[in-house]
């Protein structure tokens, strides 16, 4: 039995507490959805549970890119944009192409900036370059064609922008999915479930006491490996299995904003701020994110939020490249921040390097944190070979080498789902083009499980907010099949009501009337 459609929690928890597994993952982010989509995939019985909801905390607080990384550039790290342009790359063409879309990207040059046309203009062509051209060749442009892909565009002192091609997804999304893909392979997982000790045998970590944050229940589960993966918190259950375990790592916050967007953009904006450091302003979901700050945290993970001051800094420098008109307090639908984890060490946060942290405990739990987006399947993967290889106690020979690439699922072009949602001959359940679009690229051909609740239930096929394109057959479906067990986990992370700044009192009252 697998967290398949339908399962009631108690016969999750049940399941949990009856069998003994493989591997235990801790954490439903990045990694964790990752490694456990690797495991099941390789044939192994794996568990993953969250004490939260999966993508809840950082993995959901992204930039939203799918990206090589320009700036990487800046440090000679060419080798790093050539590995993450290829799997960018395989995300958008074969694992992911119903969540993951192209961007064109412009770099403002303005006169006194801190690079000058000649160097972005090698850059960006370098940049393309190792990508193979395959979002065509990174170039200057003149301030005119800059201002036709984006007409919130600052004209004072700009000499031109820098192109280039990226792509960008909904993360919140990306990580449902994957949780899917993973329970479809095999896996058992459940989120909102609060580890509150770690199980040993002889001195070595065999498992987790944990506890239903919904009723309070309390279980447990077996496994012969457990894996770390709780971001933020890592060193706290590196703390459960030995109280005197250093720090691994340090947290640096990184806050957005989503704004109202006033006019089509074609293009994204990524500013240089100074020598080292840039802001993005991003067409996405009909709204415009802004962000992010670098700054170094130390507070409890769980309280992280978007300050006043983090507000001022965005909107700040935002409006190096942004007219002021693009960016109005009032236009502000939805601020949030997430944290970074980086390894610790001494220096400022924002010169940290970006790398995944491994270490191992005293009782063999591995614990791991760190990573992007961009490369988590790869990342994933690298983690899965360590756990398989594990001195003493491998998970088996050589089964990463066994794992095949297999796509998301939903997989389909969203141009050719939402024409079938909006020319459906049956006109109950054809949709208006907005809400197919919307469908498209948040389910690809999942979307039509959704046309299916409409035509048992045409009021499901109804907004949930007129200004939006969510529609109340999501709620539904996010219930049943996307372990959505709260109202948050509803409007923020299975819909994008939240981000839109229509997840009204009403709104969430009904919502959370469904979900009871």
Same mark, same amino acid.
């Given at each position: 039995?697998?967290?398949?459609?339908?399962?009631?929690?108690?016969?999750?928890?049940?399941?949990?507490?009856?069998?003994?597994?493989?591997?235990?993952?801790? &954490?439903?982010?990045?990694?964790?959805?990752?490694?456990?989509?690797?495991?099941?995939?390789?044939?192994?019985?794996?568990?993953?549970?969250?004490?939260?909801?999966?993508?809840?905390?950082?993995?959901?607080?992204?930039?939203?890119?799918?990206?090589?990384?320009?700036?990487?550039?800046?440090?000679?790290?060419?080798?790093?944009?050539?590995?993450?342009?290829?799997?960018?790359?395989?995300?958008?063409?074969?694992?992911?192409?119903?969540?993951?879309?192209?961007?064109?990207?412009?770099?403002?040059?303005?006169?006194?900036?801190?690079?000058?046309?000649?160097? =972005?203009?090698?850059?960006?062509?370098?940049?393309?370059?190792?990508?193979?051209?395959?979002?065509?060749?990174?170039?200057?442009?003149?301030?005119?064609?800059?201002?036709?892909?984006?007409?919130?565009?600052?004209?004072?002192?700009?000499?031109?922008?820098?192109?280039?091609?990226?792509?960008?997804?909904?993360?919140?999304?990306?990580?449902?999915?994957?949780?899917?893909?993973?329970?479809?392979?095999?896996?058992?997982?459940?989120?909102?479930?609060?580890?509150?000790?770690?199980?040993?045998?002889?001195?070595?970590?065999?498992?987790?006491?944990?506890?239903?944050?919904?009723? &309070?229940?309390?279980?447990?589960?077996?496994?012969?490996?457990?894996?770390?993966?709780?971001?933020?918190?890592?060193?706290?259950?590196?703390?459960?299995?030995?109280?005197?375990?250093?720090?691994?790592?340090?947290?640096?916050?990184?806050?957005?904003?989503?704004?109202?967007?006033?006019?089509?953009?074609?293009?994204?904006?990524?500013?240089?701020?100074?020598?080292?450091?840039?802001?993005?302003?991003?067409?996405?979901?009909?709204?415009?994110?802004?962000?992010?700050?670098?700054?170094?945290?130390?507070?409890?993970?769980?309280?992280?939020?978007?300050?006043?001051?983090?507000?001022?800094?965005?909107?700040?420098?935002?409006?190096?490249?942004?007219?002021?008109?693009?960016?109005?307090?009032?236009?502000?639908?939805?601020?949030?921040?997430?944290?970074?984890?980086?390894?610790?060490?001494?220096?400022?946060?924002?010169?940290?390097?970006?790398?995944?942290?491994?270490?191992?405990?005293?009782?063999?739990?591995?614990?791991?944190?760190?990573?992007?987006?961009?490369?988590?399947?790869?990342?994933?993967?690298?983690?899965?070979?360590?756990?398989?290889?594990?001195?003493?106690?491998?998970?088996?020979?050589?089964?990463?080498?066994?794992?095949?690439?297999?796509?998301?699922?939903?997989?389909?072009?969203?141009?050719?789902?939402?024409?079938?949602?909006?020319?459906?001959?049956?006109?109950?359940?054809?949709?208006?083009?907005?809400?197919?679009?919307?469908?498209?690229?948040?389910? &690809?051909?999942?979307?039509?499980?959704?046309?299916?609740?409409?035509?048992?239930?045409?009021?499901?096929?109804?907004?949930?907010?007129?200004?939006?394109?969510?529609?109340?057959?999501?709620?539904?479906?996010?219930?049943?099949?996307?372990?959505?067990?709260?109202?948050?986990?509803?409007?923020?992370?299975?819909?994008? =009501?939240?981000?839109?700044?229509?997840?009204?009192?009403?709104?969430?009252?009904?919502?959370?009337?469904?979900?009871?």
């Amino acid at each position: 039995m697998t967290t398949a459609i339908g399962t009631d929690r108690a016969e999750v928890r049940h399941e949990l507490s009856r069998n003994a597994y493989d591997l235990l993952v801790i &954490g439903g982010g990045i990694l964790g959805t990752s490694v456990t989509w690797m495991a099941a995939q390789a044939g192994l019985r794996v568990a993953m549970v969250d004490a939260g909801d999966f993508a809840g905390a950082t993995s959901s607080a992204s930039s939203k890119l799918v990206h090589g990384g320009l700036r990487y550039l800046q440090t000679g790290n060419v080798k790093l944009v050539a590995e993450n342009h290829r799997e960018r790359r395989a995300l958008a063409a074969d694992i992911a192409p119903h969540l993951v879309k192209p961007l064109t990207f412009l770099v403002p040059i303005y006169r006194g900036g801190p690079h000058g046309a000649a160097k =972005l203009g090698a850059g960006v062509f370098l940049y393309s370059a190792l990508s193979v051209f395959g979002d065509g060749m990174g170039r200057v442009i003149t301030p005119h064609q800059a201002v036709a892909r984006v007409p919130a565009l600052r004209t004072e002192g700009l000499r031109g922008a820098a192109v280039y091609g990226d792509h960008q997804m909904n993360d919140s999304r990306v990580a449902v999915m994957t949780v899917r893909a993973a329970v479809d392979a095999g896996a058992i997982v459940l989120n909102h479930a609060e580890v509150v000790g770690l199980r040993k045998t002889s001195g070595s970590v065999t498992g987790a006491d944990l506890r239903d944050r919904l009723d &309070g229940t309390e279980f447990g589960v077996s496994a012969r490996l457990v894996l770390n993966a709780t971001g933020p918190w890592v060193d706290h259950l590196r703390r459960m299995e030995d109280p005197d375990a250093a720090p691994s790592i340090r947290l640096s916050k990184g806050a957005h904003l989503v704004m109202r967007r006033h006019e089509p953009w074609k293009a994204a904006l990524t500013t240089p701020i100074d020598k080292y450091r840039v802001t993005f302003a991003i067409p996405w979901e009909d709204h415009l994110l802004l962000g992010t700050t670098d700054e170094a945290y130390e507070g409890d993970p769980g309280g992280v939020s978007a300050t006043e001051a983090d507000i001022t800094q965005i909107l700040d420098e935002a409006g190096h490249s942004v007219r002021d008109t693009q960016l109005r307090r009032e236009d502000i639908t939805y601020a949030f921040a997430g944290l970074r984890v980086l390894p610790g060490g001494p220096g400022e946060v924002a010169a940290a390097k970006r790398e995944t942290v491994l270490t191992r405990g005293s009782g063999g739990m591995l614990s791991v944190a760190g990573g992007k987006w961009t490369t988590y399947r790869h990342i994933g993967r690298h983690v899965f070979d360590m756990l398989a290889h594990l001195p003493g106690r491998p998970l088996g020979d050589d089964l990463a080498d066994i794992l095949p690439v297999v796509p998301l699922p939903g997989l389909a072009s969203p141009d050719a789902v939402a024409m079938r949602l909006w020319t459906d001959r049956d006109p109950g359940t054809r949709m208006d083009p907005l809400v197919a679009r919307h469908l498209a690229t948040h389910y &690809g051909t999942i979307a039509f499980e959704l046309a299916r609740l409409i035509r048992e239930d045409p009021a499901l096929g109804e907004r949930i907010h007129p200004d939006g394109p969510d529609i109340w057959a999501q709620a539904v479906y996010a219930r049943d099949h996307e372990w959505a067990a709260t109202v948050d986990d509803v409007v923020r992370r299975r819909t994008t =009501l939240t981000v839109r700044g229509l997840d009204t009192p009403e709104i969430r009252g009904r919502i959370a009337g469904l979900l009871t």
